[in-house]
């Protein structure tokens, strides 16, 4: 499981000014996630936390955090999930993924799709530039066209690290455009050819080069606010 964090704005966000709270089962605000004191998000880059039980490899690549049991990613369908930041002697909830006081049984629908919080991977759309501020009924929508989510099948990790996702067609839609690597140059990629994520690591020793089709950065020229990208 994984949970992002997008800068939209144009300023470095210092992350020691914001938690993510967490509600169990309807209980209520009951744990909060403090992230690193020196920890900053660049302007469109997006920040990733992953459990210690995601691919290693990939995570070593993408992933901010790594945590372990009972940490902020271990998650059920049913757990609410919401971005605040402390500063200045206020607290304000900027994004929100359920409902902290409401218990909706195993899961809470998202754009009609009845489970859509639970064993699906949602990825905010490419328009949506602001977080709810507590409204998740209209992130959740009704619909595929009025939610602010993409629902994606279970374990959909080949956008993760990466946002806005202009396109979730395989495999010509998040590749972009090729990459020319140099003779001696290495570089780490994610390449999806089959529907299954593979790691590979480009290592040319001869006098050559390849060209390599990458998936899109993490960087994005759209204002907006700090917000949650996907659970």
């Known amino acids: 499981k994984a949970l992002e964090i997008y800068n939209g704005t144009d300023s ?3 992350l020691n000014e914001y938690q993510v ?3 169990s089962n309807g209980g209520g605000w009951a744990f909060y996630h403090l992230f690193p004191d020196t920890a900053e998000l660049a302007p469109g880059d997006v920040w990733v936390i992953v459990t210690d039980t995601w691919y290693p490899a990939q995570a070593a690549l993408v992933a ?4 372990s049991y009972p940490g902020l990613v271990f998650f059920n369908g049913d757990d609410a999930r919401g971005l605040v930041r402390i500063a200045d002697g206020d607290t304000t909830l900027i994004d929100l993924i359920g409902i902290p ?5 195993s899961a809470w629908p998202v ?5 859509g919080t ?3 991977t949602l990825v ?3 328009d949506v530039i602001g977080g709810n501020y507590g409204d998740w009924a209209m992130s959740a929508g009704t619909d595929a066209m009025n939610s602010e989510y993409i629902v994606l099948p279970q374990n959909t990790y080949q956008f993760i690290g990466a946002w806005p996702v202009l396109d979730f067609n395989e495999p010509n839609g998040n590749l972009a455009s090729a990459t020319v690597i140099a003779a001696g140059d290495t570089l780490d990629a994610a390449i999806d050819p089959d529907g299954e994520i593979d790691l590979f690591t480009f290592a040319l020793t001869e006098d050559s080069q390849v060209n390599i089709h990458m998936f899109i950065s993490g960087y994005s020229s759209l204002d907006g606010e700090i917000r949650l990208l996907a659970a």
């Open 64 to 67: 901010d955090e790594i945590l």
């Open 21 to 23: 709270f967490q509600s």
């Open 101 to 105: 006081t409401e218990d909706p049984g």
């Open 118 to 120: 639970v064993e699906h």
């Open 111 to 115: 754009a009609g799709v009845a489970t």
């Open 124 to 126: 905010r759309k490419a």
């Open 12 to 14: 470095i966000a210092h």
